[in-house]
C-alpha cells in the first residue's frame, strides 16, 4: 500500500482529481502521521484536527458534485503561525500572542481555502520570525527530523520540520531575512522566498515591513511552484503589493525538470564562493554548480563587493522597522495584559506587558532599532543602512547583466547543535549571511538540496531579478533532476 | 569605541516600554555591545552621494476604487481584548483623580 504522506503534493492533487484517493483519507494520513512524529519534532503549536476534517470533507463534497476544483484541492498544508487564520490561534510563537484567535484570515489563507488546501494547523517559529533556529520560540523549539539534537533553522523551521517529517507535503513560511530558504537548506527541503511585493503581507503579523514576504516550502521544486501559484499576486489589501501577474512559476519548474540548462548563464557570486562557509557546505556548492554546467548551464563570475555589508545593513533595518512594528502589542487590543490591578498606571501596565510577552530576542531587536531610529544615531546606523541597501541592489542590476540567476550557498553551515548558539546572539545572525542580500534587494531566492555534508543537508541559493521568479523554479527543477533525492532517517 | 552602557540600554527601554529586569540590562548591554560593533560596519561604506533606498518597490500613492466593502464588526474587533467594558477596550486610568 502507498504510503500517502510520502507523495507530493502533485501527485496527491492528480490522486484526488482521479477519485484514487478521498481528500478525508489524506488528511487523516497527515494527521495521525502528526499523531506519531511530533513527540520527536515539535513542528506544530496548533493541530486543527476538526478544522482540517471539515474542510477536506467539503472538498470532498465539491468533487462529488462535479464542481471544478484545483490543482491542489484536497491537499493538506501547514502554515506558519505569523500568518492570521480565522477563529485559530495565532500566536508568532510569542507570549504576547497566547490564545489569540484572529478575526479575519491573511489574503494568502483565503486563496488557499479558495483553492481547496486544507488547513493542517500552524507551525512553530522563532518569536515573531526573529531568530535562525526556531529556539527563540517561547513555546519551546523544533527539532530537526535529520538529527532531533539539531536546530531544523529558523524562523521557519516548524513549516520546514513538518514537510521533511512527512506530516505535510506543503507549508507556508515567511521570509525576512532567510527565513523560508535557510531552514529548507538545514532540512532538506524546498524553500522559495517570492519577490518581495509578489505575495500579500495582508495578515502577515508583521516584522519588517519592507523585507517580509510570504512563500512556499514544500519537497519537490514543482510542488512550492504550485503553491506558490495559488498564493501569489495582485491585492488591493496591500500597498506594496506588486500590480502584475506572478510569472508562470510551474510552467518554469516543468521545464526544469527535463533536465536542459543549454543557455542559461549561471552567475557565481564571487564573495560568496565559500567563503565563510563550513569545508562540507563549500563541496556541495562546488558539486552542485557542476551538476548545472553538465545540464548545459554557462557559468560566469560575478562580483557583488557590497554583499558584505548586507548582514550589518539588515542587523540595523529590520530592528528599526521591528522596533515600531512591535509598538503595536501593548495589551489593548489582543493577547496579553499585565498589572492590571487598580495599582499600575496605563504606562505601567504597558510596560509590564510586553515584558512578560516579548521574549529575550525580541525585546533586543526592539532596544536595537530604538537606538538605530535616535536622534544623533540615525545617520550612521539606520540612514547609512539604507545606502547600503541601495548599493546592494545595484550589485544585483550589475550581475543580473552578465548572468540570468545567481547561485550560492543557502546557509554557511549545516544544521547546527540545539542550544549551541543562543547564548551569543551575534553568532547566531551569521546564518543569514548569503540569504539576507536577496531580502534588501526584493528580489525572489529559492533553496533546493544540494546533498548531503557529514550526513547532513546542505542547500543551494538561487537568486533572480525582481518579478523573474520562474528564472530561479527552471534551475532549482533542473538540479532537483539531477541529484538524488534526499531521504531523512525514519523518526 | 565603546558602543553602548548599561544606562543606554535603560533608557531605550524605558522609551519602548519595556520594564527590563537588572538581570536582563547586564546581559543586554554586553550582547548589544557586541552587535553595535558588527553593524557599525555599515559607516566604513563610502556612500555619501548614494541615495538611501527605503524600501524594494517604489510604489507612491497606491490608489483604489473607493468601494464600501464589509469591515469587522465591533465584537470582532473586541473578540481578543484582554478587557472590554460598554463595546469599548478598558484601560488603566489615564488622568489622575482630579483632572
Known amino acids: ?48 484536527r476538526d478544522g482540517a476534517l471539515k474542510a477536506a470533507k467539503d472538498v470532498d463534497d465539491a468533487r462529488a458534485k462535479g464542481e471544478t476544483t484545483g490543482p491542489l484541492a484536497g491537499v493538506p498544508i501547514a502554515v506558519k503561525d505569523v500568518i492570521t487564520t480565522k477563529g485559530v490561534p495565532t500566536t508568532a510563537g510569542s ?27 500552524k507551525t512553530n517559529m522563532d518569536e515573531f520570525a526573529m531568530g535562525s533556529s526556531t529556539e527563540y520560540s517561547a513555546y519551546g523549539p523544533t527539532y530537526n527530523p535529520w538529527d532531533t539534537t539539531r536546530i531544523p533553522g529558523g524562523s521557519g523551521g516548524g513549516s520546514a520540520a513538518a514537510v521533511a517529517a512527512y506530516e505535510a507535503p506543503l507549508a507556508i513560511g515567511t521570509d525576512t531575512g532567510g527565513s523560508i530558504r535557510q531552514p529548507a537548506a538545514v532540512t532538506g527541503t524546498v524553500g522559495a ?11 502577515l503579523v508583521a516584522f519588517s515591513s519592507s523585507l517580509d514576504t510570504p512563500g512556499p516550502c514544500a519537497r519537490t521544486v514543482e510542488d512550492a511552484a504550485l503553491l506558490h501559484a495559488i498564493i501569489g499576486g495582485h491585492d488591493p489589501r496591500d500597498s506594496t503589493s506588486i500590480p502584475q501577474p506572478v510569472p508562470d512559476v510551474v510552467a518554469a519548474a516543468r521545464l526544469g525538470a527535463t533536465g536542459d540548462l543549454s543557455g542559461v548563464r549561471l552567475g557565481l557570486v564571487k564573495e560568496f564562493a565559500g567563503d565563510g562557509a563550513e569545508p562540507g557546505v563549500a563541496a556541495a556548492y562546488r558539486e552542485s554548480v557542476d551538476a548545472l554546467v553538465k ?92 545606502k547600503v541597501r541601495t548599493l546592494i541592489s545595484r550589485d544585483f542590476a550589475q550581475a543580473f547583466e552578465k548572468a540570468d540567476v545567481l547561485v550560492a550557498p543557502t546557509t554557511p553551515f549545516v544544521a547546527f547543535p540545539l542550544g549551541s548558539r543562543t547564548s551569543d546572539p551575534y553568532q547566531m545572525y551569521l546564518a543569514d549571511l548569503y540569504t539576507i542580500p536577496s531580502n534588501l534587494y526584493g528580489g525572489p531566492a529559492i533553496s533546493v538540496p544540494a546533498g548531503l555534508s557529514e550526513g547532513l543537508p546542505v542547500g543551494l ?31 | 569605541m ?30 548589544l555591545d557586541v552587535i553595535l560593533q558588527a553593524v557599525a560596519q555599515v559607516g566604513e561604506v563610502a556612500a555619501v552621494d548614494v541615495p538611501p533606498t527605503s524600501h524594494s518597490v517604489p510604489l507612491t500613492n497606491v490608489f483604489r476604487d473607493d468601494v464600501v466593502v464589509p469591515g469587522l464588526t465591533r465584537d470582532e474587533a473586541l473578540s481578543g481584548a484582554p478587557d472590554a ?15
Open chain 1, 193 to 203: 522566498k517570492p519577490t518581495y511585493g509578489g505575495t500579500s503581507r495582508y495578515g
Open chain 1, 295 to 386: 545540464l548545459g548551464a554557462e557559468v560566469v563570475e560575478v562580483s557583488c563587493p557590497s554583499f558584505k555589508f548586507a548582514l550589518p545593513a539588515y542587523y540595523l533595518i529590520a530592528p528599526s522597522e521591528c522596533s515600531s512594528n512591535l509598538a503595536r502589542f501593548d495589551g489593548v487590543r489582543f493577547g496579553l495584559r499585565s498589572g492590571d490591578d487598580g495599582k499600575h498606571s496605563l504606562e505601567e501596565v504597558m510596560q509590564l506587558t510586553r515584558e512578560e510577552g516579548f521574549g529575550a530576542e525580541v525585546k533586543r531587536r526592539i532596544i536595537l532599532g530604538t537606538y538605530a531610529l535616535s536622534a544623533g544615531y540615525y545617520d550612521a546606523y539606520y540612514g547609512q543602512a539604507q
Open chain 1, 1 to 48: 500500500m502507498t504510503d500517502v504522506t510520502k507523495l507530493t503534493a502533485a501527485e496527491l492533487g492528480r490522486k484526488l482529481a482521479a477519485k484514487e484517493l478521498s481528500a478525508v483519507e489524506v488528511a487523516t494520513a497527515h494527521l495521525d502521521r502528526i499523531d506519531a512524529v511530533e513527540g520527536k519534532v515539535h513542528a506544530f503549536l496548533h493541530v486543527d
Open chain 2, 2 to 31: 565603546a558602543t553602548i552602557s548599561r544606562e543606554e540600554v535603560a533608557h531605550l527601554a524605558r522609551l519602548a516600554r519595556l520594564a527590563v529586569t537588572d538581570d536582563e540590562l547586564d546581559t543586554f548591554a554586553g550582547q
Open chain 1, 461 to 491: 541559493q538561487i537568486m533572480a531579478p525582481t518579478m523573474a521568479d520562474d528564472r530561479m523554479y527552471r534551475v532549482a527543477a533542473a538540479l532537483e533532476s539531477a541529484l538524488p533525492p534526499l531521504t531523512p532517517p525514519a523518526l
Open chain 1, 95 to 121: 507570549k504576547i500572542l497566547e490564545g489569540w484567535r484572529p478575526p479575519y484570515d491573511a489574503t494568502i489563507m483565503t486563496r488557499m481555502r479558495e483553492a481547496g488546501l486544507v488547513m493542517l494547523g
Open chain 2, 85 to 99: 467594558e460598554d463595546n469599548r477596550f478598558r484601560v488603566p486610568r489615564i488622568l489622575d483623580e482630579e483632572a
